[in-house]
């Protein structure tokens, strides 16, 4: 893996590079995980993809839902998908290949719609999930292990505790409506009891196949998300 902030320009060479970027959040997760979860979890699946150049990561994200929690930064779809597009276009001036890896749920209709926009210009650019099949939704057991494995010094575990875990299509119209808070005071969607950083190494690890995978087929869909 090599990495675009450490290195020097007369590193890179152009036409030849895959570039691995990945897109996070600042919002909260909770009374137990730090602020930047999202692009924690996804600097670490892009770090291990295999043949790209790993980039700084782009940390900020659309979080709105989020807002009525104190430390949440959002700077909104439409910025997010503007940034987005600026970016595929200034990088693909030299990078053969941008994926955009998102850790963050809420990102993804800005990513959708940039990556669709940079494809219609002929940009090869594409963009896949963090995703755990079955996972819970938000600060529960499942990003909780993903942290305990990935940085456990920044776990407050004592301070982990259960929110609504009702399912997240029963969720949705209030979270839409009215945001996080309206469903979980504590900002917790799921349940982290039961966390551990064993479950956490194998749900990255999982990730990780998944993901490279999708990057060795390089197929996206008509979102640009790889497959």
């Not at 893996?1 to 600042?26: C, F, I």
């Not at 979890?41 to 150049?53: D, E, W």
Request: net charge negative; charged share 20%.
């Amino acid at each position: 893996m090599s990495n675009l902030g450490s290195s020097v320009w007369s590193d890179r060479r152009n036409g030849t590079d895959t570039l691995a970027v990945p897109v996070g959040s600042v919002e909260q997760h909770g009374p137990h995980l730090p602020l930047d979860t999202d692009t924690t979890i996804a600097v670490a699946v892009a770090a291990q993809l295999t043949g790209t150049v790993l980039a700084p990561a782009i940390a900020y994200g659309a979080s709105g839902e989020h807002e009525d929690f104190p430390g949440t930064v959002s700077i909104g779809a439409a910025a997010l998908e503007s940034v987005l597009i600026e970016y595929g276009r200034s990088s693909c001036r030299w990078a053969a290949r941008v994926l955009f890896v998102n850790g963050h749920g809420g990102n993804a209709q800005s990513i959708a719609n940039a990556v669709r926009q940079l494809r219609f210009e002929a940009r090869d650019v594409v963009w896949l999930p963090c995703a755990v099949p079955g996972g819970d939704a938000h600060a529960g057991r499942t990003e909780t292990s993903l942290l305990l494995h990935i940085a456990p010094d920044r776990v407050r575990l004592h301070r982990a505790e259960p929110g609504n875990t009702d399912p997240m299509a029963q969720l949705l119209p209030t979270l839409r409506a009215e945001g996080v808070r309206a469903c979980s005071p504590n900002g917790v969607l799921g349940d982290p009891t039961g966390a551990n950083a064993h479950e956490g190494e194998q749900l990255l690890a999982a990730m990780v196949v998944r993901s490279n995978s999708a990057v060795a087929r390089w197929k996206p869909d008509s979102d640009g998300m790889l497959t």
